[in-house]
């Protein structure tokens, strides 16, 4: 039981750039969400997927697209990216009885 | 939205100490969790408390949530402790988790 896991760990991109993220939970929880985490901040949601084939928009969606590709993973995606963007990026899930949220180990994300 | 805020913002013990952290929030809430950053960036949940108080080792969670308040109390910290803990809540029907800034703990040997 791994969890929830992220690729890549760590990226660098030059501006303009784009890239996917991968998360993959295998806890069946229906609800998985992407944060972004920056220097003295605390997290803030980017996006979230209450289920399998729906997404929604968190606090900072801008620059961002999500695909929920099936109930196990949910994917994060920089079309062009922005030295704005370089950031913590943290997947997590959550379902059934249990709210609580649990995250993946994150991806430090550098855009030159 | 949802107004979410920590303090104290920095903390630093020495190792025995105690320790108490607060969490106010602006609305009433129907989740209420708190977590751990440790130094190396992993996030580690340590209780889902909307109300009520819970204990685990040396680490126990009160929330009162008439009062939009809620607290993490560390008893004899150990170096281990160190690192950010987060509360983060969700109010209403919201599936949005919002989280606080965060209190940075340093435990000293």
């Known amino acids: 039981n791994a969890g929830v896991t992220q690729t890549p760990k760590f990226q660098v991109l030059k501006t303009g750039q784009s890239m996917t993220l991968q998360c993959a939970q295998d806890?069946?929880?229906?609800?998985m969400y992407w944060y972004r985490q920056d220097p003295g901040m605390g997290l803030r949601l980017i996006y979230y997927?209450?289920?399998?084939?729906?997404?929604d928009k968190g606090e900072v969606p801008n620059g961002y697209n999500v695909s929920r590709l099936n109930k196990r993973e949910f994917s994060l995606r920089l079309e062009s990216a922005a030295p704005s963007q370089t950031s913590v990026y943290f997947c997590?899930?959550?379902?059934?009885?249990?709210?609580?949220?649990?995250f993946g180990p994150g991806t430090r994300l550098l855009v030159l | 939205g949802i107004q979410v805020e920590q303090s104290p913002p920095d903390l630093i013990l020495q190792e025995g100490a105690n320790s108490t952290l607060r969490c106010n929030f602006s609305d009433s809430v129907n989740n209420l969790q708190w977590f751990h950053q440790n130094p190396w960036g992993q996030l580690i949940n340590l209780f889902y408390?909307?109300?009520g108080t819970k204990q685990n080792g040396r680490l126990s969670a009160t929330t009162v949530a008439t009062e939009r308040y809620s607290l993490l109390y560390i008893s004899s910290s150990q170096t281990t402790d160190s690192g950010v803990y987060f509360c983060a809540l969700r109010a209403g029907g919201s599936e949005k988790l919002v989280f606080g800034k965060g209190t940075k703990l340093t435990v000293n040997p």
């Open positions: 997590a899930s959550s379902g059934g009885r249990d709210v609580t949220q649990y």
């Open positions: 997927s209450a289920s399998e084939g729906t997404t």
């Open positions: 408390i909307p109300s």
């Open positions: 806890m069946n929880h229906n609800s």
